[in-house]
């Protein structure tokens, strides 16, 4: 499967992917805390600088960042035409700023990286009779799964590009759900395989 993460090495890259990742959920959780839209646009900058010093390592994500500050347009605008300017602020800096975060992660860490984060995490529910290493691997098919989602999005987004010279938008669905499905069963063909049913 494809993968945002970025060879390009960068400060973010040098940090331990849990320490990435218990980053990302406080910073995350901060932005639900915070009310006040000057407080969200301080966020937004932090993000915006975040972003800025990857450099090159984002680029890979550009389109996609693109898209969600679009989408971000969009719900600021919905909450401006119900008369509420404070909401459409807030609002939209939050889904920029969650999105540039989780971005940030998935350029710099690699999945399996984050897979043993998740294995370390979820260790300790062994003791209450949990299977631990299921639960960690359904986590990390999910994370992948969306991450190759956007890959594919991208890769099906250029090739129509290049034959039409415009974007595909929903023309696009329907082979990217032809290509997400054909995944899902070779990656069950491989798991059952592996597994023993």
Same mark, same amino acid.
């Given at each position: 499967m494809g993968s945002l993460y970025s060879e390009h090495l960068t400060w973010l890259h040098r940090w331990p992917a849990g320490a990435k990742l218990a980053a990302m959920a406080l910073l995350g959780s901060g932005l639900f805390l915070l009310s006040a839209p000057w407080a969200l646009a301080l966020a937004g900058l932090a993000c915006a600088l975040l972003w800025r010093s990857l450099g090159p390592a984002t680029r890979a994500v550009r389109r996609l960042m693109l898209s969600v500050l679009v989408a971000a347009i969009l719900v600021a605008g919905f909450h401006l035409w119900l008369g509420r300017p404070d909401v459409a602020a807030v609002s939209a800096l939050r889904l920029a700023c969650a999105s540039? &975060?989780?971005?940030?992660?998935? *350029?710099?860490?690699?999945?399996? =990286? &984050?897979?043993?984060?998740? =294995?370390?995490?979820?260790?300790?529910?062994?003791?209450?009779?949990?299977?631990?290493?299921?639960?960690?691997?359904?986590?990390?098919?999910?994370?992948?799964?969306?991450?190759?989602?956007? *890959?594919?999005?991208?890769?099906? =987004?250029?090739?129509?590009?290049?034959?039409?010279?415009?974007?595909?938008?929903?023309? &696009?669905?329907?082979?990217?759900? *032809?290509?997400?499905?054909?995944?899902?069963?070779?990656?069950? =063909?491989?798991?059952?395989?592996? &597994?023993?049913?």
């Open positions: 540039s &975060l989780g971005m940030a992660l998935t *350029v710099s860490t690699r999945p399996t =990286d &984050l897979l043993l984060v998740l =294995d370390a995490l979820l260790a300790p529910l062994a003791r209450l009779g949990l299977r631990p290493e299921r639960l960690s691997l359904q986590l990390a098919l999910m994370l992948r799964f969306t991450e190759h989602f956007f *890959v594919q999005w991208q890769k099906l =987004d250029e090739a129509h590009r290049l034959r039409t010279g415009r974007p595909g938008g929903l023309r &696009l669905v329907a082979p990217l759900t *032809v290509q997400m499905l054909q995944t899902a069963q070779r990656v069950a =063909d491989a798991l059952y395989a592996r &597994l023993g049913g």
